[in-house]
């Protein structure tokens, strides 16, 4: 959680930063516009389309966007929080973008450590934007980027990730024991699962 506050702030920076307004809104009308393509197109496509460690990426990320999308929604219709720009919404808490930008960002990073420099700029970002914006408060962009990092925790933390395999699948140990400091034992080999359909091997 450290390491998400700290981007958090650093996402923040530019927005107090003295500079042309009209440019900082378009940079965040870009980041939280694209930000909502990635999070639905790149896990499925990773899942489907890429080679074993894409995949495997992918299914991460869509085990836990997916569950943290599914709790955002529950809070959201518990709460009945508007929004800065729109007094009557009554979808303000917590930011959905956030939610899932972190949800992703800490899943590909589980899977992959290198990567998690890059996801975790994106995420925070995303959740500057909604704040830049006018979107979000505060407070409901951070409780979604706290969210979205802690479900998918605790997705890393599960062989078969929060859907019981439905997306990821068994094999070796939890994606967060793999790169622990504790941990020696090398991690059972990935294999691509077959798809039966009528008999007929896919």
Known sequence: MPTLVAALLAAAMPGLAPCDADVVEETANVISDGSFWVVRALPPAMALFGGEKEERIGRRMLDAGIASGLAAEGLKRLT??????????????????????????????????????????????????????NRHTVWQALAGSALGYGVARASASSRKGVFGGLFVKEGGPPASAAFSPGWTEAPSVYQRPMVTLWEVDW
């Open 80 to 133: 009945k929080q508007s929004r800065p720009d729109d007094p009557n919404a009554k979808d303000g808490f917590p930011s959905g973008h956030a939610t899932a930008a972190w949800a992703l960002a800490d899943a590909a990073g589980t899977e992959d450590p290198d990567l998690r420099p890059y996801t975790y700029a994106f995420a925070a970002a995303v959740t500057w934007s909604r704040v830049e914006l």
